[in-house]
């Protein structure tokens, strides 16, 4: 979607530092972390959010919870805590579906 933040920082229009990167998703720092480790997980088709899942989602959804347990240990956090949080309604604030990482000092809530 052509105004959208994240399809902009996928299609490398806007800058970002990608941890990874495949041909569904992409994961890159949050620019405002709220914890040791915030890393945001992001497919790359354009999805609003939660809402916005179907039956056909499941594949795209197994594949995001892959790349969440290959960040947990490359940060080393299986033993640390960890989150993995989806906002959705007035609680996200950019309009494509994301996960949140967040790992180490937990004290904040995104
Ligand atoms: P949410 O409230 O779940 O929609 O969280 C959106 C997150 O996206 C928030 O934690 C900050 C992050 N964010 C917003 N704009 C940018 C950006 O331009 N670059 C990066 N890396 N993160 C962003």
């Known amino acids: 979607m052509d105004s959208c933040l994240f399809c902009k920082i996928i299609k490398k229009e806007l800058p970002a530092k990608f ?8 994961a890159f720092p949050d620019i405002n972390p709220s914890a040791e480790v ?10 609003g959010g939660v809402q916005d ?7 795209l959804l197994a594949e995001i ?4 347990n290959q960040l947990v240990k490359q940060y080393n956090l299986e033993d640390s805590l960890y989150r ?3 906002n959705g309604g007035k609680a996200q604030h950019v309009p494509h579906l994301h996960f949140h990482l967040l790992g180490g000092n937990l004290n904040k809530l995104v």
């Open 19 to 26: 941890i990874f990167e495949s041909e569904n998703a992409v």
């Open 38 to 47: 915030h890393i945001l997980i992001v497919p790359k088709g354009h999805i």
């Open 53 to 59: 899942l179907d039956k056909e989602s499941g594949g």
């Open 65 to 68: 919870y892959l790349v969440a």
């Open 84 to 86: 993995v949080v989806v």
